[in-house]
Structure formats: structure tokens, C-alpha cells
């Protein structure tokens, strides 16, 4: 059974930090690529930030470029997610998701993960 489990959400201040973890188990974690969605009331869910199976590519949406930083560790299947100069538009429930290596991987559309987490709460005060 795949589980996704993240961790580390929580309430800010404007200009703060947080680092969110994701657990994974049941699957082959290095042969995924990992990435992180958030979903604010009555929003979409979009992309925020995505890692290939070889961390060797990085990927983020525009509005957090030079803000966030995805990182993963095999050894411990966990993927993290680095929030600095959070803001409150960054207000959102964060997932993670896993999806299998897939040619012309398109990282940012949902349907391309196959497995998602729970969602952490980021609360960002002004």
C-alpha cells in the first residue's frame, strides 16, 4: 500500500519560514518523480514545485522561484519543500505527489501522479 504523509505545515508570519516533509512507503521511491501542489478555499489545486527521480532536474511555478526549494532524499524516501519569504497568497493546503518516470514527463499537470499525500495546512499571517 502506498502512503504518502507530509508534515511540517503551520502558521507564519509574513516573510517566515517553513520546510515541509513528505514520507513515502510502498513504492519505489527513487524511480518517482516527486511534486508539491497546494489547493486554497474555493481554488484549484495548482503546481508548486516538482523534483525528477534523479534529482537531477528541479522545476517551480513562477511565483515561488528563488522563495522555495524542493529537495528529496532517497535513502530516506522523503522529499522536502524549503518555504522562505513565505506570503500570505502562499496560504494554501500543500501535497505531495509521486509519479512513475513517464516520457515526456509534464510535471505541473495532475493527472501525471499517480499517488498523493494527505495535505499539510500553511497558514500565512500579515
Known amino acids: 500500500q502506498v502512503q504518502l504523509v507530509e508534515s511540517g505545515g503551520g502558521l507564519v508570519q509574513a516573510g517566515g519560514s517553513l520546510r515541509l516533509s513528505c514520507a513515502a512507503s510502498g513504492l519505489s521511491f527513487s524511480n518517482n518523480g516527486m511534486g508539491w501542489f497546494r489547493q486554497a478555499p474555493g481554488k484549484e489545486r495548482e503546481f508548486v514545485a516538482a523534483?525528477?527521480?534523479?534529482?537531477?532536474?528541479?522545476y517551480y511555478r513562477d511565483s515561488v522561484k528563488g522563495r522555495f526549494t524542493i529537495s528529496r532524499d532517497n535513502a530516506k524516501n522523503t522529499v522536502y519543500l524549503q518555504m522562505n519569504s513565505l506570503k500570505p497568497e502562499d496560504t494554501a493546503v500543500y501535497y505531495c505527489?509521486?509519479?512513475?518516470?513517464?516520457?515526456?514527463?509534464?510535471?505541473?499537470?495532475?493527472?501525471?501522479?499517480?499517488?498523493w499525500g494527505q495535505g499539510t495546512q500553511v497558514t500565512v499571517s500579515s
Open positions: 505527489a509521486a509519479s512513475p518516470p513517464r516520457t515526456n514527463w509534464s510535471f505541473s499537470t495532475r493527472w501525471q501522479y499517480d499517488y
Open positions: 523534483i525528477r527521480w534523479s534529482a537531477g532536474s528541479t
